[in-house]
């Protein structure tokens, strides 16, 4: 993936030099003479530290930050403008009143963080031409207005973040986790919230008019007196009830489960095989207390909930959603989860190698793992065992693949854009030919 600022570097700075800048900040900022404020502008400190460490009233213009570490950091009133700061940690800082306009935070974790009245708006990147005239900076990632760089914080964690009265116009929160955020008296004007969960968040007095919600997750979401005119609501899942409902079963859930059991355990001769099929499962978290292997469940609901070190062999999962979901340590061989969504799921050290199973006649057939067309937007598969798995036409849209077994994968069709590939074994892996491999 090509970098938005990489024409701005003009130096990577150790942690040594950066230690030397913050040292002379704090003395700045202790109103003691020798001190310096920190002006870091147009440099490289990716994979650095600032954590816990108080920068306040700090420039960083254009500055890149990608995986750097500000957990705990003081930024207040700091200048963050266009600024790269993808997969960044940016856990419990405070970035009160910062002007965030124009950065590309994707990726970044800002749980816990405090942006109250930060300034995400859209930012005008400048620099100079041969002849030292500023102008307008031609972004290649933009293709309308190339001098406006939007401010992008798609897929972010940012829950429990206080955003409240931030200026985020037209800013990118696509497939953010923005869950349990106070977002009060926030100006969202064409902002674009899509498939991002705003669960049990606070919207209260927001300007969301003309803003783009369209498959995002809204349960028990605060819109009180929130100003949304134009808004797209297309797809998007409340508190209420996003297919059958479970209580409306006529054989209870339970006895239902115990005849899965029962006809796994002979084979099909007795009890029956779960069928969950466009059932809303949010509410039924002890799910993963039962046998779920070759269970059925096309196209139902299973967000936020923890499937971690459970077997769900040769399951059928096409079209069911799964965002925000827990798969650490699952063994998933030979399941199916085709056009099924994924988005900001954990599959670390999940296993979703192929099965193989005897025929009658002697011959034996392989299972692999479907997942063609399947959204996994953010995800992360760390060390996850994929060989064989079929990814056609799905979306890996940085997702973290770092240390993944894809050998034999099929991933043509795939988008990989910002995904990470770091230590995986790609060997015999299908690919289309011109995409890059980070």
């Not at 500023?134 to 939007?150: C, T, Y």
């Not at 509410?283 to 196209?299: C, D, N, P």
């Not at 034999?408 to 015999?428: R, S, Y």
Request: glycine share 8%; charged share 25%; with cysteine.
């Amino acid at each position: 993936m090509s970098n938005p600022h990489e024409n701005f570097f003009m130096a990577h700075l150790t942690q040594e030099e950066l230690n030397d800048i913050i040292r002379l900040h704090a003395i700045y900022l202790s109103g003691k003479n020798g001190g310096a404020r920190a002006q870091v502008k147009f440099k490289n400190l990716s994979g650095l530290t600032l954590s816990r460490q108080d920068m306040s009233h700090a420039d960083f213009t254009g500055s890149c930050f990608i995986g750097a570490d500000l957990s705990g950091g003081n930024f207040t009133s700091a200048t963050f403008f266009a600024c790269d700061m993808r997969r960044s940690n940016l856990e419990n800082a405070c970035f009160i009143r910062c002007d965030f306009r124009g950065a590309f935070v994707a990726g970044a974790n800002l749980n816990g963080a405090d942006m109250k009245s930060a300034d995400l708006r859209e930012g005008r990147i400048m620099e100079k031409d041969a002849e030292g005239v500023l102008k307008d900076r031609v972004r290649r990632d933009q293709s309308d207005d190339a001098g406006v760089a939007r401010t992008v914080f798609a897929g972010a964690k940012m829950v429990a973040t206080n955003m409240a009265a931030v200026r985020a116009m037209n800013a990118d929160f696509s497939d953010a986790d923005l869950s349990n955020v106070v977002i009060q008296g926030a100006d969202l004007r064409d902002a674009n919230m899509e498939g991002a969960n705003l669960s049990n968040s606070d919207l209260s007095g927001s300007d969301v008019r003309g803003a783009n919600f369209k498959n995002s997750i809204m349960a028990d979401t605060n819109m009180d007196g929130v100003e949304k005119a134009n808004a797209n609501m297309e797809g998007v899942v409340t508190e209420k009830p996003a297919g059958l409902e479970i209580e409306e079963m006529e054989v209870p859930l339970p006895e239902r489960l115990k005849a899965h059991a029962l006809w796994l355990s002979s084979n099909g001769a007795e009890g029956d095989r779960l069928d969950l099929s466009n059932y809303d499962m949010r509410e039924f978290e002890e799910i993963r207390s039962y046998t779920l292997t070759a269970m059925k469940a096309v196209g139902a609901n299973f967000l936020n909930l923890d499937f971690s070190k459970v077997d769900i062999q040769s399951a059928v999962f096409d079209e069911a959603d799964f965002r925000d979901c827990k798969f650490v340590e699952s063994d998933l061989r030979g399941a199916s989860f085709k056009e099924a969504r994924l988005s900001r799921c954990d599959l670390t050290n999940a296993n979703l190698l192929p099965l193989m199973f005897k025929n009658a006649d002697g011959t034996s057939r392989v299972m692999p793992v479907n997942m063609n067309g399947v959204a996994l937007r953010y995800s992360v598969l760390k060390n996850a065992k994929l060989a064989g798995i079929r990814l056609k036409g799905a979306d890996l849209s940085f997702a973290d693949f770092t240390g993944a077994d894809l050998r034999k994968a099929d991933l043509t069709g795939a988008k990989t854009n910002g995904a990470i590939f770091a230590g995986a074994n790609m060997e015999g892996a299908l690919m289309d030919d011109g995409v890059e491999i980070l």
